[in-house]
Every structure is written in structure tokens, then in C-alpha cells.
């Protein structure tokens, strides 16, 4: 047996190592780590630059775009989305009996340069005619004889003008005149000629529309720039990117003003009935229950005949109090679920045997521990916010012309939608973007606030 | 990390296959979705097909079928106030008089007739109910009591009034009996006039002074009118069936006394539809033969290469204003100023853009006849001129005068409907930027603008009138002080003076010269602005010809109608 000597040696430790002792990452809070997570989320990323992108658009936007939404610019109605259009000046419109000096020529021709003013016609007169009727076409007449638009129907043989003014656009058209039988209806013959019509404002429509810029001397028969609109216009000459603009303030406002209002006294509701629990919970979930039960529409409609909203005034005050008086049962029936369940946690009856208020507990331990639950239902109740704006716009309830929002000009773009497809795309487009926006926003901010989806990276 | 790097890896890949996965759902998503579409089609057309002939012209069966914008409320002749009722009306019933194709006024159930000053004597011609009874006398003298029967308040029953104690019966203040109209036999009916009328042959062409038999409107129990089988047929065509909400059959009616002149033997109301978008395709497909159209669908009309016509239907458009005394809209100037301060000819050439409008300028419009020829030659209406210097002289007027800082929002009433939405939004503009007057609109459906109109909650209101009979009356009337249409209450001794002379006279001249008068009475005192004359853009089916359209009367008559296969 050999004698084991121990030496102080011995009993030192064998190493210390210093590095195991130091945090290597630096600590996190809550708030950090949900940032982390979030920014490691492309999708939630960019989603979160989309709806700061489309904020910007709404309260910078009409700084940078300072055209009025309301100013209807007639000469450019259902403009497709392009560059700004040239057009000539030319004298104000003058009234015209047909009585100008024939130019020379025979047969169907023009009296003078066709505009967008104007298109004057004239023609030798036809023995044996009743009358004419004046068309005009977009297309060559080919072997259906089809004339196109009816423009008027002439009923004595000596009067052989016309004066068409009847939506001109800067394009060529096909214009006939068809003699009439005594019965007044048309025969086979047709003279036909295509004319080529110019884009022309005066000098007096340019400088209401604020188009002769500064210190330019503008004469007639010079050019002058049509006011631009990137996005087109609308139905009635109104430019859409300003009027997506103004839109985008009403649809933005009621998406994130009435949800933050309903979901701020939803927790409040919630905490209450979930802390204190027994009949108070009972009495108050069972309002909710109530409230869950009301129709919205019908009680939205009946707020806005209360609130005395006197017609062609906006509904956008009712529309909110009725979102914020019905939206709350859902975030409050969350929170109280949540706030039950953390009562009965170890942490908490720690807390409370440490001998922590009431107060405390709340603010320390149950709201940060249900923020996951509550931001998430603040993005996911943006866009039905928004979604809920913009029913009531399309069906005549929501903002009063001549506001827009986008629910409403959705309203009026399908009616051209054949047509003049940009009026609705526009505003539909900003719709499912920011909806879309929100709720991936909203589903990533859930990976990233659920405290129990920690660790997983 | 060796180990996070695989589930790094694994994550990829399971995403890579978790997105493969999504991909062929997807595809197989959108290729159900195809046959479901597709099934659901097929299914569609095999009903469409038991429905049974739904081309636009059947030339086999000598059938068109035709769409209404809306089904008839009733068809009780005596209660009859809308215009699609009285298509379908004019097409299975006949009154005295009738329009022809070329707006020609000629006989109907009357043979003769001689109208003078005190008196009108019908002479019936031998016809028949579609039930083989003869049409008496008698038929109209009970449907004219009965539309003139308090009990019944036929919102028609005015335009009987000018028959003796018409009026004082439908007050309540004489018996029906009073009436003074009497069957003499069963083919002479005299009527006697309460003051001289010289439209009274224009007016008994008219729905209300169709005839009903007496012994079956009675059997019918207070149904009459509301289904096929409760009305009786004296008409070109008769009802065979009528689906509520969907369809109406018209036949060839075989006891019309003028059943030569019939040339279809069915006219099919198959759609009952009012989206013109709806309407168009409807059309396109070869389903009806014809088919209004909007602005919107004017260029597709073209690439069609269809063959489009126009008619102008008689009503006239206008912001009437609102002149009772707590009114605003009360103040001349105020009115005078926004009637300056707009163009209808922007309107019309700008904004609405159907080929058909015509500008407004007066009340009377452009089909109405003069002593001679047409009124608005006879009479050119007031020039108007846009002038927004004068229009401001005006409005500074109208404020000194109110009393008023600035002025208040003004309310403008406006119905429903794709135009009369563009024309409010477009004034509302107008008198913003010319005036700097605040206009607030307010959107009702049809019954409740009516109703806000009654009880003149408005300051101005989008409203237009449509033709009752083919004289300048029917629009002159509409601002006389005791009608009831006179929505906004004007009230003008000179005007009513001048709607009594145009009423009682049976001289041309005179009457003309009243209504002369009066156009330049409503343009200088702004009784109202005038904004357009409706036309209407439409397209036909080029097999069926002679489709009448026009201003008074049924605005469209199939009755002179044909098919040409030859297009």
C-alpha cells in the first residue's frame, strides 16, 4: 500500500477557466430578441418596409405630388397612365351656324382642321334626299356597312354641316354622312372621310389648368404641355395618383386608428376579467358574449342614423365608433384566456408570496407576457379594418364625394372596368398590398413574440 | 455547428420539397377548379336549352325575344305610372287612339271622332276582348271612373281631368256617376269636356284612358293587372304567361280587330336585366335582339361592327331648385349665379358622352310640335352663355340679400345611377370651382328621392320628365303652382296665368306663344337649370326590322316589327 501524499498542489483547482464564466452573447431583451427573430424573417421584413413605404406614400406622398384629387381635368378623362400629353393653343370656341366659305373641293371634307373642340363638316347637298345622318366611326366601314356612332340625324336636305364636339379624342376617326330616305331612314349611300383630329386647349383653359409656366409668353399655334398624370385619370378627369393619395389617408386611418382603439380596451376588459375571475368574469365575458352577437352592418347603419350624419356628409366617424363599439370581444376573450392561464403560473405565486401588489403583477408579469398575443391581433385586425372600409365605400356607405378612398374608387372603376382597366386596378392593387403587407407582417411578428418558440434558432 | 448546418441543410431541403408539394397542390387546386367551371357550364346550358328558345329571332317560330330593364310592378291600366309597364302594355292592350311608326296619331278601339269644344263622341269599331266579348263604350267609361276613384288614388288620375267633374270626383266631392263621360249603346261614347283641350285626341292614346271590363275586373277580387290570367287582352299581342321576376310570353293576339298588321307571332321577355354590362353580352351571345348601350361599351359597339341607332326618348334633365321660404335656393341670384356658372354643353359633349344627348336649353324639347313646324324653330330657346364674372355678381347679390358671411353647404339630391352620379359629382366641381359654393350630395334610391322631393328636403334636386302626351303641356305644367310634380314650389302668378291660357285655348298661335313665354320665364328667373335632353344609344339584331322607338308612347313597339333573314 503505498502512502498517497497529498500536497497543497492537490488541492488547487485544476483550471479556471475565466471564459466560461462570461456571458459570450450579449443579453437580450424581450424586445431585442423578438427584433432578432423578426429581422431573420425576410418575408415579415419586407412586409414591415412595405407598410412604411405605403405610410410614407400617404403623409409624404401629397408633399411630394401636390396636384388637388378633387380638380377635374375634363379635356383628360379615363387618360390611361403615360407620359403628359402636348396639345396647341387655339382661339376660344366660337359657336358655328355651318355658314363658313366652303373650302374647295367637293364631296364630304372638313370646314377646317379638326381639334378636339371641334370637328366641322361640310357637304354638297343630294337631290331627292329627306335629310342626312352624320356617324362617326373608329374603324375603316367595311362590308357591313356598320357607320358607328349615330351622331344626329339632319331633317332638311339644304343644310349640309355639321358640327361634331361630342367627346373628341386626339385619334383618327371615320366620319359618314348617309342620306336619308322620306321616311327618315337611311339609305345605301354614304360619303365617308377620315379626319384626323388634333389635342388643343386655349389660352384661357391653359392658364386656369395653371399650364403656361412662368414668364412664358404663349401665343396661339404655339405647344403647351397637358397636365401630367403618371397613374391616368378617373372618370371624371381626376388625377389617380392623387387621388389614391388622399384615399390611402381615409382607408389608412380607419385600418389603424379604430383597431388600436378597440384592441387598447379590449386588453383593459380582458386583464380585468381574467385577474380578478369568479363573477366578475362571468358578468363581464358574458357582455362580450352579447356584444359578439350584434350584426354589424345593421348596427353600423343604425350609429350613423343616431350620430346624425346628414346625407352627402362623410360616414368615416360612425364607421369607426361602430368598429371600435363591436371589435373589442375578440382581443378581450385572448387576453383573458392568457391573463387566467399566467395567474396560475409558479412565477406569479412567487412574486406573490415575495409580496407583490396588485399592480405589479399586472404591469410585470401579465401584459408583457401576453404583448405576443395582442400585437399579433393589432396586424391581423389592420387589414379587416381595411377590408371593412372599403365594403362600406363600394356599397355607398362609407366616405361622401367627392373624398375618395380606395374602397370607393374600386366602386367606380368596375363600372369601366372593360374599358379603361386602370381606374379599378390602382386602388385594388393598394388594397391587397397593404392586406397582404399586414398580415405577413402579423405572422412573422407571431414567430417572433411567442416566447415559447425561443431557442428553436 | 457541424449540427446546425445539417439542420440548416435539412430545412432547405424540406422546404425545397415542402414548396414542390404547395406547387402540385396548386395545379391540382386551379385544375379542379377548371372542371368544376366547366361541369357547372355544361350544366347551365343544358337548362338554358329546357327553357326553351332563347336565340334572339326564332325565324321558324316568327319569335324575337327581347329583354325589360325591370319587371312591371302591375298592369292595371288605372294604377299604371312607369315606362316599362307601359311597353308591355302598349303592346297587349289598345285605347282610343294610338301612335303608329311614324309618331302619326290613328284610330284604335274608335273608328271616328269628332272633338270640339265642350265635346268628344267616340266611334267604337268592332273589336274584340281576348276573351271574345265585344269592346264597348261602356269599358272606358267604367276604367276612367275607376282610375278617378278616390279609394283607388291613381297617381294618374290628373290626366282625365280635363273630362267634365273629373277633377271633383277624384277629390272625393262628387259621385263617380258624376263623371261626364256616358256610353250611348255599346259603340258611342261621348265625352264632355270640362274646358276646351286641343290635345284631347293626343291624350286618349294614353294607358289610363285604356278600357277595362267591368264584370271581369270585378271577378279578379282586386287582382286585376297582376298576373296573366287576371287581366284581359284587347291589344295586338296577349300575355300567355307571365314569371315573376323572370320572364313575360306576348302572343299574337288572333281576335285584334288589326291582326294583318301583326307580323310576329311571339315576342319572349326572357331576361329581366338592368347591368348594362349584363345586357351587352346578352346580346353579343345572340340572346335578344336588342340592347341599350352605355358610354363605356359605345367602342365595343364599333369593333363589333353592329349597326347602332340613337333616339331621343322626350325626357328632359334638369337641378331643379328648391323655392320654399326657408330655402336658400329661394334667392333669385343665388339660383341665377349657378345657372351662369355652368355649361351644359361640357356636360353633355364631356361627361356623358352618349351620342343621342343634346345639350340642354329648354324645358321644351326639340320633338314637341309648334303652330307649323317644330316648337324650339318656331321659338328658339333663351341664348345661354357661360359667364362666371356675371354668375359671381350674382352670388355676391345673393349673399348681400341673405344676410350671409358665407355661404352654407347646399344640399343636391340625386338619384341612383351610373349618370346621375358623374352629373352630381360633375356640378358639385363646378359650382366649387366657379362659385366657391360647398354642394353636398346626397344618393337615394328612386322611391326615397321621390319621397325626400315631396316633403322638400333639398335645396336642389337631379330630376327629369318624361312625355305623358305629345304636347308642350306636359312639360309647361310642371311649374304651375298647384301641381303636384312641382316639386320644389314654385309659384309664379304670371307662369300659372300663362299654363291656364295654354290649357283653355284651342288656338295654336296663342298656346305657343304662352309656352314661349314661359321658357323665357324659367331661364330668366332660374327656375331651374336645364341640363340635357336624354337620347339612348342602342343596337338591334339586323334580322328583325322595323323596331319603333320613340318619344310618347310605348318607347319601344314591336308591333310593325319583321324578321329578314337576309339581314
Known amino acids: ?457 | 455547428m457541424g449540427m446546425s448546418t445539417t439542420q440548416v441543410a435539412t430545412e432547405e431541403s424540406f422546404s425545397r420539397s415542402a414548396g414542390k408539394q404547395l406547387a402540385v397542390y396548386a395545379l391540382a387546386a386551379v385544375a379542379l377548379l377548371a372542371l368544376l367551371m366547366w361541369l357547372l357550364n355544361l350544366l347551365a346550358s343544358l337548362t338554358a336549352s329546357a327553357a326553351g328558345s332563347s336565340t334572339a329571332v326564332d325565324a321558324a317560330n316568327n319569335t324575337i325575344t327581347i329583354r325589360l330593364s325591370e319587371e312591371p310592378p302591375q298592369l292595371d291600366t288605372t294604377l299604371l305610372t312607369d315606362s316599362v309597364s307601359g311597353v308591355v302594355i302598349a303592346h297587349v292592350m289598345e285605347g282610343l287612339l294610338r301612335y303608329d311608326q311614324h309618331q302619326r296619331l290613328v284610330p284604335g278601339m274608335a273608328e271616328r271622332w269628332e272633338i270640339n269644344a265642350e265635346q268628344a263622341v267616340f266611334n267604337l269599331r268592332d273589336a274584340l276582348w281576348s276573351d271574345g266579348e265585344p269592346v264597348t263604350a261602356h269599358d272606358f267609361v267604367f276604367a276612367w271612373r275607376t282610375a278617378l276613384d278616390p279609394v283607388n288614388a291613381s297617381e294618374y288620375a290628373f290626366i282625365l281631368y280635363p273630362i267634365r267633374n273629373a277633377e271633383a270626383i277624384n277629390r272625393g266631392e262628387l259621385p263617380l256617376d258624376a263623371l261626364g263621360a256616358r256610353a250611348e249603346g255599346d259603340r258611342t261614347l261621348v265625352v264632355d269636356l270640362e274646358r276646351p283641350v286641343a290635345f284631347f285626341d293626343k291624350l286618349t292614346a294614353f294607358s289610363t284612358y285604356y278600357p277595362v271590363r267591368q264584370d271581369f275586373y270585378e271577378a279578379t277580387g282586386g287582382r286585376y293587372g297582376a298576373d296573366a290570367d287576371q287581366l284581359l287582352y284587347n291589344g295586338p299581342f296577349t300575355m300567355e304567361s307571365w314569371v315573376h321576376g323572370q320572364s313575360l310570353d306576348l302572343r299574337k293576339n288572333p281576335r285584334y280587330w288589326d291582326r294583318e298588321r301583326i307580323r310576329l307571332d311571339r315576342i319572349n321577355v326572357a331576361y329581366i336585366v338592368s347591368d348594362a354590362n349584363a345586357v351587352l353580352n346578352l346580346f353579343k351571345d345572340g340572346k335578344i335582339s336588342l340592347a341599350s348601350l352605355t358610354a363605356e361599351n359605345l367602342a365595343e359597339a364599333m369593333e363589333q361592327r353592329w349597326h347602332i341607332n340613337r333616339f331621343m326618348d322626350g325626357s328632359v334633365f334638369f337641378i331643379e331648385f328648391n323655392h320654399r321660404p326657408d330655402r336658400l335656393t329661394r334667392n333669385r341670384n343665388l339660383r341665377k349665379a349657378m345657372l351662369l356658372a355652368q355649361d351644359p354643353n361640357e356636360l353633355v359633349y364631356k361627361v356623358i358622352k352618349i351620342p343621342g344627348y343634346l345639350p340642354g336649353e329648354s324645358l321644351f324639347p326639340v320633338f314637341l310640335d309648334g303652330v307649323r313646324g317644330k316648337f324650339r324653330e318656331e321659338y328658339p330657346a333663351p341664348e345661354h352663355r357661360m359667364d362666371i364674372a356675371r354668375a359671381r355678381q350674382h352670388l355676391e347679390k345673393a349673399r348681400v340679400e341673405l344676410g350671409l358671411d358665407e355661404f352654407p353647404p347646399l344640399v343636391m339630391l340625386t338619384g341612383d345611377n351610373p349618370v346621375s352620379n358623374i352629373q352630381s359629382e360633375y356640378f358639385q366641381a363646378v359650382f366649387k370651382k366657379n362659385l366657391g359654393l360647398e354642394i353636398r350630395i346626397d344618393r337615394q334610391i328612386f322611391k326615397q328621392r321621390l319621397d325626400k322631393m315631396t316633403k322638400g328636403q333639398f335645396d336642389m334636386v337631379l330630376a327629369g320628365w318624361g312625355p305623358d302626351y305629345n304636347d308642350a303641356l306636359t312639360y309647361g305644367d310642371l311649374f304651375a303652382s298647384w301641381n303636384l310634380n312641382n316639386r320644389g314650389r314654385y309659384a309664379n302668378p304670371e307662369y300659372d296665368r300663362l299654363v291656364g291660357v295654354a290649357q283653355g285655348s284651342l288656338d295654336a298661335k296663342v298656346r305657343m306663344d304662352a309656352f314661349d313665354a314661359m321658357q323665357r320665364i324659367i331661364y330668366e328667373d332660374a327656375v331651374l337649370i336645364v341640363n340635357y335632353e336624354r337620347g339612348q344609344a342602342y343596337v338591334t339584331d339586323p334580322r328583325v326590322k322595323g323596331i319603333v322607338r320613340r318619344a310618347v308612347g310605348a318607347e319601344q313597339d314591336y308591333t310593325y316589327a319583321y324578321i329578314d333573314m337576309d339581314g
Open chain 1, 1 to 457: 500500500m503505498s502512502e498517497t501524499t497529498f500536497s497543497a498542489r492537490d488541492f488547487e483547482s485544476v483550471h479556471t477557466d475565466e471564459a466560461v464564466q462570461v456571458i459570450a452573447r450579449p443579453s437580450l431583451s424581450y424586445w431585442q430578441d423578438a427584433w432578432v427573430r423578426l429581422k431573420d424573417n425576410r418575408r415579415a421584413l419586407f412586409s414591415l418596409y412595405l407598410i412604411l413605404a405605403l405610410l410614407a406614400f400617404t403623409i409624404a406622398g401629397p408633399w411630394v405630388w401636390t396636384v388637388d384629387p378633387q380638380t377635374q381635368d375634363l379635356d383628360q378623362i379615363s387618360r390611361a397612365p403615360g407620359p403628359a400629353a402636348q396639345a396647341t393653343i387655339v382661339a376660344p370656341y366660337v359657336p358655328w351656324d355651318g355658314s363658313t366659305l366652303a373650302p374647295p373641293g367637293t364631296g364630304l371634307r372638313l370646314a377646317e382642321p379638326a381639334t378636339t373642340q371641334a370637328v366641322r363638316l361640310l357637304w354638297e347637298p343630294v337631290e331627292g334626299a329627306r335629310g342626312y345622318r352624320v356617324y362617326r366611326n373608329l374603324f375603316p366601314i367595311g362590308e357591313e356597312r356598320a357607320f358607328g356612332l349615330p351622331l344626329f340625324d339632319i331633317l332638311d336636305p339644304l343644310d349640309t354641316s355639321f358640327e361634331d364636339r361630342l367627346d373628341l379624342k386626339p385619334r383618327n376617326y371615320f366620319y359618314s354622312v348617309v342620306e336619308l330616305n322620306p321616311d327618315g331612314e337611311p339609305t345605301g349611300a354614304h360619303q365617308t372621310i377620315e379626319v384626323d383630329v388634333e389635342r388643343v386647349t386655349t389660352l384661357e383653359e391653359a392658364a386656369a389648368a395653371g399650364l403656361v409656366p412662368e414668364g412664358a409668353e404663349l401665343r396661339e399655334g404655339d405647344s403647351v404641355e397637358l397636365a401630367f398624370h403618371p397613374l391616368g385619370t378617373d372618370y371624371l378627369g381626376r388625377d389617380m395618383l392623387a387621388r389614391l393619395m388622399s384615399g390611402a389617408r381615409v382607408s389608412l386611418f380607419i385600418g389603424i386608428f379604430a383597431p388600436i382603439l378597440y384592441i387598447l380596451f379590449g386588453v383593459v376588459y380582458g386583464a380585468t376579467a381574467g385577474f380578478f375571475g369568479r363573477w366578475v368574469d362571468q358578468v363581464l365575458m358574458r357582455f362580450s358574449d352579447f356584444v359578439v352577437a350584434l350584426p354589424f352592418l345593421l348596427f353600423m347603419i343604425l350609429i350613423r342614423v343616431a350620430s346624425g350624419v346628414q346625407p352627402g356628409e362623410s360616414g368615416i366617424a360612425p364607421l369607426v365608433i361602430a368598429l371600435v363599439l363591436l371589435g373589442w370581444p375578440a382581443t378581450a376573450r385572448l387576453v383573458r384566456g392568457q391573463i387566467l392561464q399566467i395567474r396560475e403560473e409558479g412565477y406569479v405565486s412567487a412574486s406573490r408570496l415575495l409580496g407583490a401588489k396588485t399592480g405589479y403583477l399586472v404591469l410585470r408579469h401579465m401584459i408583457p407576457n401576453t404583448m405576443g398575443v395582442i400585437l399579433v391581433t393589432l396586424t391581423f385586425a389592420v387589414p379587416s379594418a381595411i377590408f371593412t372600409e372599403a365594403f362600406l365605400s363600394f356599397i355607398g356607405m362609407g366616405v361622401a364625394p367627392p373624398e375618395a378612398s380606395w374602397g370607393s374608387m374600386c366602386n367606380e372603376g368596375i363600372k369601366t372596368m372593360l374599358t379603361y382597366p386602370h381606374e379599378l386596378i390602382f386602388p385594388a392593387l393598394f388594397i391587397s398590398i397593404t392586406v397582404l403587407a399586414f398580415n405577413m407582417l402579423g405572422d412573422g411578428l407571431r414567430d417572433a413574440l411567442d416566447a415559447r418558440m425561443r431557442g428553436t434558432e
